[in-house]
């Protein structure tokens, strides 16, 4: 393992140091074409620190996701997705608490957070099932044509979901709630700090596992 890995190829051959790159806010979704060592450079990280914390707990092995079969891989992504679903439904819940409790804050935004929760629940949904009526059948089917055909539209689909991830982040000021938050905002921030984590491995499973792997290409 070196500095010039790529992001997203870390993540796919040592899940297990996955909780440390979310630690960092390393994206390996969405920056999953990155180097480790430009992408810690873009956060402002020490890129030889982060690969240390890595190493300790990565699995000599390696390269754990793509040893899976791809019927597993899929259906780990059907249950994370509808995990997900789940999470974001339970999420406007609390944002339609919290805007009860605290509507009167202005600086808040909570109008604004559940009107995102909201829109990313529903581009989630779409997401899932466009999926299940092309990319999915064509990944089982080993038609790498067709998947291709459906690159962009992941891409374009995935840009959108990380773009909601990343208001929400910034709205909640990294989902850290202010001191006198109510029971319901507290959750809300703690909950979406999850469906960050959730997402963003989702997206890495569909976009850098599954998808380079039916095409037979490396993550570079």
Partial sequence: ?????????????HPEAVPILHA?????ALDGHMTLEDAC??????ADEVLEAVARVA????????DQPLRTLVERLAQRYAALG???SRACELAEAALRSHGHRVQLRLPAIFSTVRDLR????????????GLVPSLMAGDARRVDEHAEVMR?????????????????????PPVDASPSLTALCDLLA???RALREAMHLEGYVLFLRALGRAAA
């Fill in 41 to 46: 450079r873009a956060r402002g990280l020490a």
């Fill in 1 to 13: 393992m070196s500095p010039t890995d790529i992001l997203a190829d870390v993540a796919a051959r």
């Fill in 24 to 28: 960092h806010d390393l994206d390996f």
């Fill in 122 to 133: 529903g581009d989630l949904a779409d997401h899932v099932e466009r999926a299940g009526r």
């Fill in 194 to 196: 999850e469906v960050e």
């Fill in 156 to 176: 374009v689909t995935h840009a959108a979901l990380g773009g909601a991830l990343r208001s929400l982040r910034t709205m909640t000021h990294d989902f850290a």
């Fill in 59 to 66: 699995s000599p092995s390696g390269r754990a996701w793509e």
């Fill in 86 to 88: 789940d999470q974001l």
